[in-house]
């Protein structure tokens, strides 16, 4: 075991605060990473806070984290000390089940082992994530990342890219589909990109038109206010697909009045309260209501490389460690364009 430094909730109601632990030292299969950046995803407040349940404290959070390789277990065949590498949700799964062997670890029929707040089966804890100076994980977990990117920006494709990325890919988004994205936020400018990147002709809805310059900047052809019954009305029937990003509730069924015959609304914002599907919306047009979460390590990978190609990374605010507590409650407001990254250069010493 080795000393690591990090920040952490010792509470639900206590602000991240700095935190001292041990991490295991890595096996054959693992890898040491010295982690440089850190996304803030709003799951880390909604864990940190355990507005979820089921929050094991303390609690260091972060899943979006970029770094520098600084040991390799003898095993290890794909990664070398000095390589640039990221870890996203996930940092093992039982790998012997069907979805795990179809390379789709995030459905693991045991149950994957998340970077933060699972059972860890290394050292009977639980694990502990990004917001922290050193992550120990298994080589089939850790992602390459392509040359020249900007690291910072890259961080929150780890969580918030791939989790639009798959649902784009899984339902074959391409040249000259119409395809809307609901909120524009950390989820929704990456899905814009990637949207706009695989050739679709997207449309943003969204409750604020004082996004409207923005959106375009991102690759959206046109911006739909969503409470305009009548704009909303113009676009009826219209639509291969949408990507809805918003986790607070709304009106699930104007916007699949959208899609036209055999389209696809995918979810992969989470609204706390359930929503209610009429039925009628759905049937008419044979339309699917679906649900997407992030991508298995292969998939991650391809996104990566396809973001590179494209030239997409995050927008994003880069802070110092110690102002994590004020960026959660700029979350809150949405005061944020559109990612927060931690810079762990930040992070005092133990």
């Known amino acids: 075991m080795f000393r690591c430094h990090g920040y952490a909730a010792a509470s ?3 602000p991240l605060a700095p935190f001292s632990f041990e991490r295991r030292e890595p096996g054959p299969n693992d890898i040491q ?3 440089l ?16 349940g089921g929050t094991i404290y303390p609690c260091v959070p972060g ?5 520098r390789i600084t040991a390799v277990g003898s095993a290890v065949t794909k990664f070398k000390v000095g390589d640039t590498a990221g870890v996203g949700v996930m940092v093992d799964s039982c790998q012997r089940c069907e979805n795990c062997k179809d390379g789709l670890q995030q459905f693991c029929e045991v149950g994957q082992t998340e970077t933060y707040n699972s059972p860890d089966k290394h050292t009977g804890g639980h694990t502990y994530g990004g917001y922290s100076s050193h992550i120990v994980v298994d080589e089939t977990f850790v992602l390459r990342i392509p040359e020249g990117m900007d690291l910072a920006a890259v961080a929150p494709l780890l969580c918030a890219g791939i989790t639009t990325y798959s649902p784009l890919r899984h339902w074959k988004v391409g040249p000259g589909q119409k395809v809307g994205v609901v909120g524009l936020g950390g989820l929704g400018h990456l899905g814009v990109k990637i949207a706009a990147a695989l050739g679709a002709n997207v449309v943003l809805f969204t409750t604020s038109l004082g996004k409207s310059d923005d959106a375009k ?8 206010l969503s409470t305009d019954a009548d704009a909303m009305a113009r676009h009826a029937n219209s639509f291969d697909f949408i990507l809805d990003t918003v986790s607070a509730n709304h009106d ?10 055999d389209g696809t609304l995918t979810q992969v914002g989470v609204p706390v309260e359930p929503q209610a599907i009429h039925a009628g919306t759905l049937v008419g047009k044979r339309r ?10 292969a998939e991650t990978q391809e996104m990566l490389e396809f973001c590179a190609r494209h030239g997409i990374v995050s927008d994003i605010e880069l802070i110092a460690i110690h102002q994590v507590n004020d960026a959660f409650e700029r979350m809150l407001r949405s005061d944020v364009k559109y990612r927060f990254v931690i810079d762990m250069a930040t992070l005092p010493a133990a």
Request: glycine share 12%; with cysteine; aromatic share 6%.
């Open 12 to 14: 639900p109601k206590a």
């Open 33 to 35: 990473i010295e982690i």
């Open 37 to 52: 950046y850190c996304g803030v995803c709003h799951s880390d407040l909604h864990r940190a806070r355990n507005e979820w």
């Open 63 to 67: 899943h979006e984290m970029v770094g």
């Open 217 to 224: 900047r991102l690759g959206v052809k046109e911006v739909v």
């Open 252 to 261: 699930i069924n104007g916007l699949l009045q959208l899609l036209r015959r």
């Open 288 to 297: 699917n209501y679906a649900g997407s979460t992030i991508g298995g390590v």
